[in-house]
């Protein structure tokens, strides 16, 4: 409004506030969390997994220190091993200490053990960003969202 009490632009509607698309993951995961109708609690809970991702995400790279840092990380290296990756390293960093690897059906025991409920919620965390990256249209062009769960299928 102005000081006349009219709105600045001549009884238009608002002008719609410009679009934000993110370039990062860190980035992409508040956006995310903003459009996610959940709990408070829910939402602390996503980004604790989401910032999971984000180290996992350095840590691959190799670079420890932008992992401990959360720096931000490109969306542009994200790749179809992305959600692989993070599931195999979940279940390494959040192991149950009561846990025994599971045993295959040769009988030989797998490397990891179950995964945790920590280490399934932060995957599910981390399935949400992609998806909601995917659907629209953020993630790398040769990327898609049903190729990185055929993958973690593929692992199992």
Not at 15 to 41: H, R, Y
Not at 89 to 99: K, V
Request: no cysteine.
């Amino acid at each position: 409004m102005n000081e006349t009490g009219d709105s600045p632009n001549n009884g238009a509607p608002p002008l719609p506030e410009a679009s934000f698309t993110p370039t990062t993951v860190n980035d992409a995961a508040e956006a995310m969390l903003d459009d996610l109708e959940l709990s408070d609690l829910s939402k602390r809970t996503y980004r604790y997994g989401l910032i999971a991702l984000v180290r996992y995400l350095h840590a691959n790279a190799g670079d420890d220190d932008a992992a401990d840092a959360v720096a931000p990380f490109l969306l542009s290296g994200l790749s179809e091993e992305t959600l692989a990756g993070f599931s195999r390293w979940l279940r390494e960093a959040y192991r149950d200490p009561t846990s025994r690897p599971a045993t295959t059906a040769t009988g030989a025991d797998d490397e990891l053990p179950p995964p945790t409920r920590t280490a399934r919620t932060y995957m599910v965390a981390a399935r949400r960003l992609m998806n909601w990256l995917d659907l629209r249209g953020l993630l790398p062009a040769d990327v898609t969202y049903e190729r990185m769960v055929r993958r973690i299928d593929a692992g199992r």
